[in-house]
């Protein structure tokens, strides 16, 4: 009977968006197998974080583990490689976040496990079949592992997070003979003015371009992605300039996002930007040009001065969620 | 201080194909995966500014050759080739494999690897090199500067940057925000003509053929098609006032606000 494990995180004490989506698709891929799920947590706070966990998953294992002057996957993947030899799981099923990918990683070098990497989505049919979009888009393979065991890593948005119908019991756990990576210490953490709300976990993203002009231009994005409950995105160039920082950059070599909504303001749509967020749920793109590229993957195409329409645009949606419209 | 940069090549941004065997089409121009040449020019300026050389690794198909040449014409010393006909459609294991056995023939105080390739692999293989030579693995640097007997990197977080910090030698995963790699100068051009790039064969690094490659990979691409087509998108060309109705008419529709 196959094991799908989902390797959770944990943020401020809870899991992670992410982690609830992984939860959910361990329980699916169990049901359509025939198996069992099982949703791990590891980390400060690993137990508090269970009980949210076990509303989507059927089975939370924590695992406490202080390690606040340590990166989170060091303290994470010689944890879950013990786990891994003892239990035997047949899949695990890993977050493609920057810790996550971490994970992976060194799990990939301390285990003897299979991986497949970007994954968009996961369904069972002998065996799990991992569909990734590839080559900016340009097509959408499906990957299967060789044999019967393997760690895949999936990009958030993948799959809905959805509670189970009853919730799940929750296992805590220590996890004896560790073998410790060779050590990193995280002698500071630097919180920086003005960190904008991360976007891999964000439904809703309004991103910049360089049409945006400049910092003030950029202020109007902050300003409607505010009112829509949304978070910032940007393109390399604006990144670039300094408007935003890196971690709020969508593209081939900042994030990959699978928002419900993005709303592309001053952006041109180059291939580079639109391997990060083309599988969004719904795009809306506000340009000058109508010719622009990313008029060939939007759903909706505002053709229009973006200085004029965002202000309006914002407030519009302001007084509509109050109520007023 | 001495540098192995890995660096992949891969197909050149938007020519991406596949081959009729369903794995990557190499035989196209390649160029130097963008978030490797990041970490090569920090490499190079670690090693102008402190001393000691930079060598470029790569694994991959003959056509690789133009991107070591211009990453020893960027300025490093030396450019180590894993070519191997039997390496052709190698996973991730292999790759690891291949990786850890040739860098066991090599000195260094650091290794550099890049953040994602462009050619869809996961980010994952440095994290991987790193547990299996049992060095300190730091990830996602924005700066990246030596101690007198170590290394410490800014490590990008979602409310700034941590400060990590780890004894040489050990493995450092950069991002783009290293800095803009430099053009090679005629100067470096002419230079690296002189420069040689090694060739190593599987078993050079005494690597068994049959644990890499297409046959022995643990994963394979079952099909592939074009994506469902995006666009036909509804175009708005309205005045302001009327433009921003219609936006949140279509937002509503969607439930989207």
């Known amino acids: 009977m196959a094991a799908f494990w989902a390797i959770g995180e944990i943020a401020d004490g809870a899991p992670t968006r992410l ?25 400060t706070g690993a137990a508090a974080a269970a009980g949210e966990a076990a509303r989507y998953g059927p089975n939370v294992l924590a695992v406490e583990a202080t390690g606040d002057a340590a990166p989170v996957a060091q303290v994470v993947a010689p944890r879950l490689a013990s786990l891994v030899e003892r239990d035997s799981p047949e899949y695990l099923l890993i977050g493609a976040s920057a810790d996550g990918k971490d994970i992976c990683g060194l799990l990939l070098g301390l285990t003897d496990m299979p991986m497949l990497a970007n994954g968009a989505g996961v369904e069972w049919a002998d065996g799990p079949q991992v569909e ?14 060789t044999g019967s065991r393997g760690m ?17 019991g929750v296992e805590t756990a220590a996890v004896d003979g560790v073998t410790e990576l060779a050590a990193v210490r995280v002698v500071d953490r630097i919180e920086e003015a003005g ?28 300003e409607l ?35 419900s909504l993005y709303v592309a303001c001053g952006i041109s749509g ?18 000058k040009d109508p010719d622009a590229p990313i008029a060939e993957f939007a759903d909706l195409m505002v053709v229009g001065d973006l200085f004029e329409i965002l202000p309006r645009l914002t407030e519009a949606i302001r007084v509509k969620k109050s109520g007023g419209g | 201080m001495n540098i192995v940069v890995l660096l992949k090549a891969v197909p050149v941004v938007g020519t991406e194909r596949l081959g009729g065997d369903q794995l990557t089409d190499r035989a196209t121009q390649l160029e130097a995966n963008g978030n490797d040449e990041y970490t090569l020019e920090k490499a190079l300026k670690l090693t102008e500014a402190h001393g000691g050389d930079v060598t470029i690794l790569t694994m991959g198909p003959a056509s690789a050759t133009d991107a070591l040449r211009k990453g020893l014409a960027m300025g490093a010393a030396r450019a180590v080739h894993v070519v191997d006909d039997a390496l052709r459609g190698s996973d991730m294991r292999a790759t690891l494999e291949v990786l850890v056995a040739a860098l066991g023939r090599l000195e260094y105080d650091l290794i550099f690897a890049g953040a994602d390739t462009s050619d869809g692999q996961g980010g994952v293989l440095g ?23 170590g290394v410490r990197i800014h490590r990008i977080s979602t409310a700034g940057y941590d400060v990590l910090e780890a004894p040489m030698p050990a493995l450092v995963m950069g991002t783009q925000l290293l800095g803009e790699p430099r053009y090679p100068s005629l100067r470096g051009i002419m230079q690296a003509r002189s420069k040689p790039i090694e060739t190593w064969s599987l078993a050079d690094i005494s690597v068994d053929a049959a644990s890499v490659g297409m046959d022995a990979a643990t994963s394979r691409v079952l099909d592939s098609q074009k994506p469902p087509e995006r666009g036909g998108a509804t175009v708005i060309r309205e005045p302001a006032e009327v433009a921003v109705a219609q936006i949140v008419d279509f937002l509503s529709q969607r439930r989207l606000v």
């Open chain 1, 132 to 145: 990734m979009s590839t080559f900016g888009g340009k097509l959408v393979t499906k990957s299967a592992f």
């Open chain 1, 152 to 168: 895949i890593l999936v990009r958030p948005g993948s799959v809905t997070a959805e509670e189970a119908a009853q919730p799940g």
């Open chain 1, 270 to 287: 180059a291939i580079q930007h639109k391997v990060g967020v083309q599988t969004a749920g719904t795009i809306v793109a506000i340009n």
């Open chain 1, 195 to 222: 960190a904008a709300a991360p976007i891999e976990e964000a439904r809703i993203i309004v991103g910049g371009g360089r049409g945006v002009g400049n910092a003030e231009g950029f202020a109007l994005v902050q």
């Open chain 2, 127 to 149: 994290a991987a090199v790193a547990a299996r030579l049992g060095l300190p693995y730091l990830s996602y640097a924005q700066e990246i500067e030596p101690l007198p007997d």
């Open chain 1, 19 to 43: 982690t609830l989506e992984l939860a959910t698709l361990a329980r699916q891929l169990a049901e359509a197998a025939g198996g069992e799920a099982r949703t791990v947590l590891i980390g």
């Open chain 1, 225 to 259: 992605a505010d009112a829509l409950g949304g978070a910032v995105g940007a393109t390399r160039a604006v990144v670039d300039a300094g408007w935003i920082g890196y971690g709020q950059q969508i593209g081939q070599t900042g994030k990959i996002v699978k928002p």
